[in-house]
């Protein structure tokens, strides 16, 4: 199915877009979002056998077939392959993962934060948990904006340089994703396929994987730097 976004023409040169997409769910469902202007190129990825979808020889069709037109449009691009990860049930939460060192961050924390996930910056009340050290947050691990009554949330981790492979990671996600789930809502986690520690912190928490996604990801020249 190729879903088409009628209303936002690609040479508005919007500052960041997303070109031509596509999802394949583990029971082989597949959808393809695009732009009437790359319709050609939905077109090729509908009509791809699923096991050559996620390939690095799709990725440089793809990128070939737009070559042309995002330059003309002023914009420059690359292929993000990655895995959608979820979770539906508390239960399915490895807490033997959670660290004495994680704690729920406040936005008036008062530690020095080493990484640049804020807690809570728009005081939307979303929650932050962290690894604190010294006074010092080395990791966190937030809910990503959404509605109040939306069922599926989605959270982003992030540790801050030098301080990988301790399990701070996989200790806040662990945190903030028991806390979160109740019954009826899905908890979702996105890791690039070229991002293996992301991938095992989902892995390692309990989160099974669900979606896989390929996403042109698309930039203005001029806005880089």
């Known amino acids: 199915m190729v ?3 009628d209303n936002t023409p690609l040479t508005e040169g919007f500052d960041m877009l997303f070109p031509v997409g596509v999802t394949l769910t583990a029971d082989g469902n597949r959808t393809v979002t695009a732009f009437p202007e ?3 190129v939905a077109s090729y990825l509908d ?3 699923a096991e050559e979808l996620f390939t690095t020889k799709t990725a440089t069709v793809v990128l070939t077939r737009l070559a042309d037109r995002l330059a003309a449009w002023g914009y420059e691009a690359e292929v993000a392959t990655s895995t959608v990860y979820h979770l539906t049930d508390r239960q399915q939460v490895n807490r033997r993962v959670i660290l004495p060192s994680t704690e729920a ?3 008036d924390h008062g530690y020095e934060n080493l990484t640049d996930c804020q807690p809570d910056p728009l005081g939307e009340g979303l929650l932050c948990f962290g690894t604190v050290e010294d006074g010092r947050i080395l990791s966190a691990a937030s809910e990503n904006p959404h509605a109040e009554d939306d069922v599926v949330i989605d959270i982003g981790v ?10 701070y990671a996989a200790s806040n996600v662990a945190a903030l994703a028991y806390y979160l789930l109740d019954p009826g809502v899905t908890m979702t986690y996105i890791a690039e396929d070229d991002n293996l520690p992301s991938r095992r912190v989902a892995e390692k928490v309990g989160f099974l994987p669900s979606t896989r996604e390929l996403r042109v990801v698309a930039w203005r020249e001029e806005d880089e730097g």
Do not use: S, V
């Not at 992030?158 to 399990?167: D, I, L, V, Y």
């Open 47 to 49: 009509a791809l056998p």
């Open 158 to 167: 992030e540790t801050a340089e030098g301080h990988g492979g301790k399990g």
């Open 3 to 5: 879903i088409f976004d």
């Open 38 to 40: 790359t319709e050609d």
């Open 105 to 107: 961050l406040m936005p």
